[in-house]
């Protein structure tokens, strides 16, 4: 029987199990937060701070960050966009580094570009990062510290380098220019209407970028990089005090700026009146409306334990209210696509109450005043008590997860930190004093005082509302009186107060008949275990120590959507994706997410072309969790029609506008041309969506998620195999075996035989060329030819890197990649594809295709392959000490039959990769390929 409890805010009842564990005193909020005692901090006589901290995750790594207190923000208007561009240039020539002397020195140690080595810039602050440096060898450690050393204040900022640089950027600017980025710029423009956030968009002005003297730059550099307004950040696997004492030493002497400009916050305007803006662009692919509440942010010198606290609230009550909006989203019609709801930091001197939602173009202003009335629910009546309690709970459960951790974080993330604070003055007091503290606040935290605060967020002055939107014919859009007509109506509505929901009973209510391991056998290279179970589940365990309190699964058969017809396809395609919002047993969505609260665990089934399954994840303590899910999933699966409706209503308005982004105009393209055109090749568009079907679902999802004689699950992780095994006899073992032996179907999808090009023009508001060009052919799957191949790939992108971005100023980047695979059949393919000027675009395409022909003509470049090397074995060495590595090795051990190499055997491998053997790879399969090359360019006039 199921017995659901209803909670309205005025109800006595309470869940109190929490409040009373955690019943201890809490720390007095007048006090400062303090600063993590791991970390050791300073500040030298020329002001530059920094932050310094042992950490073994990764293991014999280091990262690196320079962090610089200005942006955007600081430019006067001919500097606008060279905040932007000076990050450009740190990578262009230094005091102790010319020219590319950073990246030349850092990759032949196997730090990469682009994934170890970057930057960004936003309005207030400048970041710069080395990750994953190695920390075996002193003198790199030395070298990254002298890298950031010339960042600070030695930039060269050559004038040659800054205008082959000018390229890149505007090249920068076209690829970001999509149409919703453009609605977003607007958007803020009128939240930060009549301040100086809303003139500075970062990536500046054109006409500067493509013209200013090298002076202003200088300038700009010599005012603003200065050590008052950095830090040095660094954590890893060193001696910190060492590393402190090299800090000293070698940063002591920059001088401090004399006569240095102030730093300035700037404020963000009040507004009296609501600021209200529709703003639509040609390629926007979404419909959102956007109501923002202005207040002042808490003064960096007030952020104490009450600021703490503070932030527990707001958090608290932001994930209620988003919990309330997926409700909303389950049933029925549901009146938008996606909500969102916080309260937080914005801006230096700027906080926000944001609720946001994105809309149906059916039904507009009916989806605001549905959104609206959720949120005004929530301030005219307050939360309940029991949803409070159980925020609580999945917050603290969260903390706890990663206190249990704490002596696996990632040193990036740690350093994220410590910028923050530095930044900020954001607190960072470490994962212990967290993890106490909020025990000790939370039971304090009342139902009755979050109400009182949230209520504070909604103010009569101070509003940003804005709606944008695509400019399609036909579509009809409120105007800006009606939209401040729904909000007054819905502050006047009649409603009821939010009743809460509780299915009592547990997931699983009676235990299942478990099976028996009735098979037992070691996987030593992986240092794993196999149980065939009684139903002929295989089953693999890996225990590793990786991360503390994590583990992760997955489980898969063979078949796959290649099994069904082309009329299922649409349905097949996105079973796995309707189906967690069916829930599970007597479980709807929302109730099981409630039921799960408190606890980190997550199981969801997948349907591939070739194979089916599930994936997830569970703390130590939730492993039981993760194999009830698991259980539930192939013996009760749960199926809601209305639910169905509800997304399916959902994904159709989503996809309504899609078609107006040249971006996703492309990827289609590139879909159909890669594979001939071929029927199976299902667009995710408005016609794939009116064709799903409930039924078909339904019956695909029975077909595949059943039968555990065909799956093989895998759990590797923090896990005890001896405690796991009478609770995998349990749940695994009982799921039915109906000894199905079956496989994949090769439908014949394939590449076009002959060499195929399809060249097409657009409209576009911003004019580019994207090009995409795909070569392909038989191949042997060996791992040997999937490592070759991955090594041209890594060639390639260094040279284009090389040529095309920083010679040619062609473009902000080229990507490439490649694969080698042995199902359906044995192939290889290898992909480039990049967006330029139009003007350049048939010269660059030319180079992609010159510098394929010279690796095998002109022959390797013995720096580029030790340097592929280097970054093949780092990259490796990390990777074994990552859960997810292990599951994806084991996995193709089963499904490829593909035995991973040792180690040392690996190693071995890679190093002997010769300048010859590459080329001659190259030659083989790279001469005379066949390709496919999609090119689309503007129809308008180029800008």
Not at 110 to 133: C, H, K, M, P, Q
Request: proline fraction near 3%; charged fraction near 30%; hydrophobic fraction near 35%.
């Amino acid at each position: 029987m199921k017995l659901i409890r209803r909670i309205c805010l005025g109800s006595a009842l309470m869940l109190s199990s929490t409040s009373m564990l955690l019943a201890q005193k809490a720390p007095a909020l007048d006090g400062n937060v303090p600063m993590d005692p791991k970390v050791r901090t300073g500040k030298l006589a020329n002001g530059l701070s920094y932050y310094v901290r042992h950490n073994e995750e990764p293991k014999d790594r280091a990262s690196f960050y320079i962090v610089q207190n200005v942006g955007a923000i600081l430019e006067n208007d001919n500097q606008n966009g060279l905040a932007h561009f000076l990050e450009h240039m740190a990578f262009n020539g230094t005091k102790n580094f010319p020219g590319k002397g950073v990246l030349n020195y850092l990759e032949k140690y196997g730090v990469a570009f682009g994934r170890n080595i970057n930057a960004y810039t936003s309005t207030d602050e400048t970041v710069y990062n080395l990750s994953d440096v190695p920390t075996s060898n002193e003198n790199v450690l030395d070298s990254a510290l002298l890298v950031l050393h010339d960042w600070s204040n030695y930039l060269s900022l050559d004038g040659k380098e800054i205008d082959n640089e000018r390229g890149v950027i505007h090249e920068e600017w076209r690829t970001r220019r999509s149409g919703n980025n453009r609605v977003r710029l607007e958007k803020n423009k009128l939240i930060y209407k009549g301040s100086k956030y809303a003139e500075r968009d970062v990536i500046g002005d054109l006409n500067v970028i493509d013209n200013f003297d090298h002076k202003v730059i200088r300038d700009f550099y010599h005012d603003w990089y200065r050590t008052d307004l950095q830090a040095i950040v660094v954590v890893g696997d060193f001696d910190a005090e060492k590393i402190e004492a090299k800090i000293k030493k070698m940063f002591a002497h920059i001088p401090a700026v004399e006569n240095p400009k102030t730093r300035k916050y700037f404020e963000v305007p009040t507004n009296k009146e609501p600021i209200v803006g529709i703003i639509t662009d040609p390629e926007a692919s979404r419909i959102n409306f956007d109501i923002i509440y202005k207040h002042q942010a808490t003064p960096l010198a007030e952020k104490n334990m009450a600021y703490y606290r503070g932030l527990l609230i707001s958090d608290l009550h932001s994930s209620i209210l988003r919990n309330r909006f997926n409700e909303l989203l389950q049933k029925g019609n549901a009146p938008f696509i996606n909500g969102f709801a916080a309260y937080y930091n914005r801006e230096v001197r700027m906080d926000v109450y944001h609720n946001s939602i994105t809309l149906k173009e059916d039904n507009i202003l009916g989806g605001i005043e549905s959104m609206l009335s959720e949120t005004e629910k929530a301030n005219r009546f307050g939360v309940v008590a029991t949803e409070l309690e159980r925020a609580k709970k999945a917050m603290l459960s969260r903390m706890e997860k990663q206190y249990k951790e704490r002596n696996k974080q990632n040193n990036d993330r740690l350093a994220g930190e410590y910028q923050r604070n530095f930044l900020s003055n954001e607190p960072a007091p470490g994962i212990e004093f967290e993890f106490e503290a909020m025990k000790k606040l939370l039971p304090g935290i009342t139902a009755e005082e979050v109400n009182a605060i949230a209520k504070t967020w909604i103010t009569d002055d101070n509003v940003v509302i804005t709606l944008t939107a695509p400019e399609k014919e036909g579509l009809k859009l409120p105007s800006k009186e009606e939209l401040l007509a729904v909000v007054t109506k819905v502050k006047q509505k009649k409603l009821k107060p939010y009743v809460d929901e509780v299915i009592t009973e547990p997931l699983i209510a009676e235990l299942p008949k478990a099976g028996k391991i009735v098979k037992e056998s070691n996987l030593d290279v992986y240092g794993a275990k196999e149980w065939t179970l009684s139903n002929g589940a295989k089953v693999i365990v890996k225990t590793t120590d990786f991360m503390e309190n994590q583990i992760l699964f997955q489980a898969f058969s063979e078949g796959g959507q290649s099994l069904y017809d082309i009329k299922d396809l649409p349905s097949a395609g996105l079973t796995a994706g309707f189906a967690p919002s069916f829930g599970i047993g007597n479980f709807d969505q929302t109730s099981l997410k409630k039921l799960l609260t408190g606890k980190e665990v997550r199981v969801s089934p997948y349907i591939g072309e070739l194979t089916e399954g599930l994936s997830g994840n569970s703390s130590i303590q939730d492993f039981e969790t993760l194999l009830q899910l698991a259980h539930m999933y192939f013996e009760n699966p749960r199926f809601d029609e209305e639910a169905f409706n509800a997304l399916k209503g959902r994904y159709r308005a989503f996809v309504a506008n899609m078609g107006a982004d040249v971006n996703k105009v492309f990827r289609d393209s590139v879909s159909l041309t890669s594979t001939d055109h071929n029927a199976r090749t299902i667009l995710f568009d408005t016609k794939m969506i009116d064709q799903l079907d409930f039924e078909t679902m339904k019956r695909v999802y029975k077909d595949r998620i059943a039968d555990a004689s065909d799956f093989t699950f895998i759990f590797v992780g923090n896990i005890d195999a001896e405690k796991a095994k009478p609770m995998i006899e349990t749940y695994l073992g009982s799921i039915k075996d109906i000894d199905r032996k079956e496989t994949w179907k090769d439908t014949g999808v394939n590449f076009p035989k002959k060499d195929t090009y399809n060249h097409f023009s657009r409209e576009m508001k911003t004019p580019k060329t994207t090009i995409h060009i795909d070569f392909h052919g038989d191949i042997k799957y060996t791992k040997e030819n999937s490592i070759m191949m991955d090594m041209v790939t890594k060639l390639l992108s260094k040279r284009y890197i090389d040529v095309i971005r920083e010679k040619e100023g062609g473009s902000y980047g080229v990507g490439v990649w490649a694969s080698v695979d042995k199902f359906p059949r044995q192939e290889y393919k290898l992909s480039i594809q990049f967006d330029t000027d139009p003007a350049k675009a048939d010269k660059l395409k030319g180079i992609v295709y010159s510098e394929i022909q010279d690796l095998f003509t002109k022959g390797v470049k013995l720096d580029d392959l030790n340097e592929a090397k280097k970054n093949f074995i780092k990259e490796r060495q990390e990777n074994l000490r990552k859960n997810t590595y292990w599951v994806n090795a084991i996995n193709k051990h089963y499904t490829y039959n593909d035995l991973m190499m040792k180690p040392e055997v690996f190693e071995k491998m890679i190093n002997s990769i010769s300048k010859e053997k590459v080329e001659k790879f190259a030659k083989k399969y790279l001469a005379k390929p066949t390709k496919t090359e999609v090119v689309m360019s503007p129809k308008n006039k180029e800008i």
